[in-house]
């Protein structure tokens, strides 16, 4: 059966986005490749007077760490602590060249090229290569005809700002009409720098409802809802809509296939683009579900497949990516688009660092196209260092006689397996100490309490029974994917909860575990609430924890830290110690604003020496 076309979306790109043109010099690009021409048109320096001669790197080799199974399986408890490098970190030798003699530049790479203006859809070898990825591998069974296009990006974050710039238009409340004013639907609690690249612009951002997997389809304040029930008071229905799917920031949630259903149909019903930024894809932890069951005996949701060796691309009945552990894995929103309403974000800062500032954008065509022209005007294209660094790391040298290296012991690149094993790698470190944290805050979850009671039959010692409470501190869904174990804290059993104003007894617990002996530092809810209501309703109850940040070795020292000072603060009994932390709080944060003054008095002075 013939794939459909992609929908022409075009009605929904902004007033500037309508307007650009493509850039005059950027078409002349295609002439720059004539053998032989004298190229007198470009403004170009002159690559022989780059102060870099190569640039090389010492690297890992893609086998650094140990991958976790694809299917879920009970972690030994004697390999949970195990999340450090595989035996010996042996490295290789990566060199960008200043020049290739390769002819073909989609697989040239060097200084000359990779330093040089380029076009705005990326350094042209990386481009192939993430494009031949994203079709052949990652997304092999996009439901339009043609697939989909990729732009390289500065990162998700470029790559949300761009879309933004593509899809919105900003409102001004003084100028405009309420009636004009766009808006973006969001999860209810959110990532926030999307929300503060979105609010500024004057779209109304409209948070959905969520459970333990993410955004709910139908129910309270899920999406079937609060498109349903839109109030145009408040401006128009919202068209687009941002979205982390895997391993949600700050949630860690995962959305399975059935849901995405659901919510794509909705979109597809109400008309709506979907922004899904998902940084953390490659970081699914089957064996969340499978300790979730066997903690509590049941699953973080029923929505994930039981059989251990479900394969996503099969059980659609599309086609294999050509790795199992790809197979394995939830597939994007685009496996499902036959539309072309998704635009995806992707990003090299969790898989090879976030000072990296690369990333790319997978759409249709035509919006990729928009796209193109806002980055011509922008961005111009990734730094050509980074570009250069991973497309060798990667791709390797050409051929022989290319003085390239690449990431691989032999002198070639990492290629497509390598860079897949890597990415099973880090996933294997960081579902290790998921489990890790995971499995001791589960131990630490309520706090025991035994007293001694008599027999109302006889007041002999011998027949005095023990009485156990139990409390529970805190609660928390087992992370399916991501960084972060997202823990709600149960306040209301704490014996200060009718006392204290419930925001400040969360406050205090926050400053608690930021005190001796506990030192740990924890990012409160309030911090991730897209609107004051949800951060008056909820947010405070909620604390981040990122498993990912510290070292191997600590997590587990600071998640004993974490269970210690919930169980210490559930024994304050009285009002004045709670007023004391806090106080205290407020005499630190008060000092470090004064430091932090005076160090911007002393920069802005040294800044106007230089100047
Ligand atoms: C959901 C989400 N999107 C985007 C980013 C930032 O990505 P980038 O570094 O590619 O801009 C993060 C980083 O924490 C994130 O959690």
């Known amino acids: 059966m013939e794939k459909p076309e992609p929908k022409d979306l075009s009605y929904y790109y902004s007033r500037v986005t309508m307007n650009r043109q493509a850039s005059k010099m950027k078409q002349f690009y295609q002439y720059f490749l004539i ?141 405009d009409w309420i009636r004009e004013r766009e808006g973006i639907l969001c999860e209810e609690f959110a990532y926030m720098n999307a929300i503060q690249a979105a609010r500024p612009r004057g779209l109304n951002v409209v948070p959905v409802a969520i459970d333990d997997e993410g955004m709910l389809a139908s129910g309270k304040g899920g999406l079937e809802e609060v498109l349903a029930s839109w109030d145009k008071s408040k401006g128009k229905r919202p068209h687009l809509m941002y979205t982390v799917t895997m391993g949600q920031n700050p949630t860690s949630g995962l959305l399975s296939v059935k849901r995405r259903k659901e919510i794509y149909s909705l979109c597809q019903k109400y008309d709506i683009i979907i922004v899904e930024d998902d940084p953390y894809w490659y970081l699914q932890y089957p064996s969340g579900n499978r300790l979730s069951m066997k903690a509590r005996g049941k699953p973080v949701s029923e929505n994930f497949p039981i059989d251990p060796a479900h394969n996503y691309n099969a059980s659609s009945g599309g086609k294999s990516s050509g790795f199992d552990f790809l197979d394995s894995l939830v597939p994007s929103y685009l496996s499902m688009d036959v539309d072309g309403r998704v635009v995806r974000l992707d990003t090299f800062s969790k898989t090879v660092a976030p000072g990296c500032r690369l990333g790319w954008i997978t759409a249709q065509p035509d919006v990729v196209e928009r796209i193109q022209r806002i980055t ?43 860079w897949v094993r890597w990415l099973e790698g880090l996933r294997g470190n960081y579902e290790r100490r998921m489990q890790l944290m995971s499995t001791i805050l589960e131990d630490g979850k309520y706090l025991i309490q035994s007293s001694r009671r008599g027999s109302r039959l006889s007041a002999s010692d011998e027949e005095e029974y023990e009485v156990l409470h139990k409390t529970q501190l805190y609660d928390f869904a087992y992370p399916m994917a991501g960084m972060f174990l997202w823990m709600r804290a149960h306040y209301e059993t704490h014996p200060l909860y009718q006392d204290v104003e419930h925001q400040r007894l969360a406050q205090a617990l926050w400053v608690f575990m930021t005190t001796k002996p506990y030192l740990v530092l924890l990012s409160p809810g309030s911090i991730f609430c897209p609107t004051p209501e949800i951060m008056a309703e909820k947010g405070w109850q909620y604390f981040r924890l990122c498993f990912a940040a510290v070292n191997d070795d600590v997590v587990e020292k600071y998640s004993k830290a974490i269970v210690k000072a919930f169980t210490d603060f559930w024994a304050i009994d009285d009002v004045k110690k709670i007023d004391d932390l806090l106080d205290d709080d407020e005499k630190v944060q008060a000092r470090l604003a004064n430091a932090a003054m005076q160090n911007q008095v002393s920069l802005n002075c040294h800044g106007a020496h230089e100047m």
């Open 376 to 418: 011509e005007t922008s961005t111009q294209q990734p730094s050509g260092f980074v570009q250069s660094l991973i497309a060798e790391l990667i791709m390797g040298p050409s051929k022989s006689g290319d003085p390239g290296k690449g990431g691989s012991k032999d002198g070639s690149g990492w290629k497509v397996d390598g």
């Open 35 to 175: 053998p032989g021409i004298g190229n007198l048109a470009g403004g170009l320096p002159n690559p022989g007077y780059f102060p870099y001669d190569t640039l090389e790197a010492s690297t890992a080799l893609p086998d650094r760490f140990k991958p976790t199974p694809n299917k879920p399986v009970d972690p030994p408890v004697s390999e949970l602590g195990n999340c450090t490098l595989s035996d010996s970190p042996a490295v290789s030798r990566v060199l960008v060249p200043h020049d290739s003699a390769e002819p073909n530049l989609l697989r040239k790479i060097d200084l000359t090229t990779a330093l040089q203006y380029g076009t705005a859809q990326g350094y042209p070898p990386l481009y192939s290569f993430i494009r031949s990825f994203v079709q052949t591998n990652l997304h092999p069974n996009v439901p339009y005809k043609g697939g989909p296009e990729v732009i390289l990006t500065c990162g998700s974050t470029d790559g949300f700002a761009k879309t933004l710039e593509c899809f919105s238009n900003i409102w001004d409340e003084e100028r």
